[in-house]
């Protein structure tokens, strides 16, 4: 199970770990990735959630179904992607298939996946925002709810629409625009930007 | 504390249980409200995910700070909102805000409650979404993370934006449309629907 590795795209800049929360605070939909024992894989994930500031820290449910769930078990690593509009068939594609009956099922989905120094999860071009965590075992949520949390101990974003801190989606095109799953292969794309002062819009 | 009490909304109908997880599937903001002792708070919570489908339940981020925490804790349910674009400037009020030393912050903020038969914790008008949840007592991740989990016992949505277990926002006003927050009092609207088949958008 092997997908393509690329050098690093272009655009893709650090996040400080105290802005690390602002890349899942809209609550987008996320591709999990994670690399075990020579084997890689890509799922794509609607429950992913923040839930710290500092140090970031995610949760993430990945069904006893899937491979990627295994590789995070054997790991201990993970890495969450922001898939943009221009692979939202990818992002599809990897949650519907799966490594177990599908093996090939990266190149299928045409993922295109490049590395982090000293960081072994692949992280998916296409996406634009990264967050490389640490799990923290929790036997009980795992177990129990499917429930995984990690600690984000590096993050990264595509400059074009996530700079000093904030998201600027209205000001770059519209293929790089976050997604957000409901069912069925129906997504809705984050929209606009709406400020909102203390009194009022 | 008290919020004003209204009769139900229009528009407002149930949702089966095996499609609320739908509600919070696109990763909105919501509101979090409770009732305990006779006292009603309301809160908004960007962390707030789906964690399972059937029966649905639900995560949330509930800092120690708060007062709904204790309300939650007290009575072991809360609702869970959906706010629309209507009531953004609400939705940042009663964020900013704590009841702890903003007493009246509800009427502040203009919050206008309905009830549901049967169920203490009260429903936020200006939303398109309730999901009332059962608290599951999970007290090492409650001590721990702030986190609580909750499994949904009933659901409703405004017919207008949401009927047949999916979301319909394209063809209703924009400002039925969810929100989702990111920091400073910027939200993303929920945009475009974008509908992919396995072979593409």
Known sequence: MTATTIPTPEH??????DKAYRLLNHGPTVLVSAAHAGEI?????????ALDFLPPKVTVVLDKATRTRALV?????????VPSVGIAALTLGVGTDSAASVPDKLARHGVRCFSAEGHAPPLVEGCVAWLMCRLLP????????????????????????????????DEAPDHLRSLHYVAGGQFYVTGASLQVGRDGP
């Open 73 to 81: 078990e054997g790991s201990g690593v993970f890495a969450l992607g």
């Open 41 to 49: 894989n890509v799922m794509s994930a609607a429950w992913a959630c």
């Open 138 to 169: 929790e036997l009980r949520n795992q177990h129990t709810y499917d429930l995984f949390i990690g600690e984000v101990v590096a993050a990264w974003a595509d400059e074009r629409v996530f700079r000093a801190g904030r998201w600027h989606f």
């Open 12 to 17: 893709v800049q650090p996040v400080p770990l």
